[in-house]
């Protein structure tokens, strides 16, 4: 059975939330995903609780995402 890219396409360049593993939540624009759900952000933010920390880039491996939310139009 191939393997088919993720859909994708049509989040690039717009704002996300992205629901980790272990209570863990990244705010970024993407910008950059391939066939593994390995997603690209730029301009991240790791959400707590109490604060929102600046990472700036960041890749995340897609076997640690849960959810996937996007917060600009589409």
Known sequence: MPISEPELKRYMNKKIAIQLNGTREVIGIL????MFLNLTLVEALEVTQ?????????????????????????
């Open 50 to 74: 109490k604060e929102k920390l600046s990472i700036g880039t960041i890749i995340i491996r897609g076997n640690s995402i849960i959810s996937i939310e996007a917060l600009d139009k589409l």
């Open 31 to 34: 910008s950059g995903f391939d």
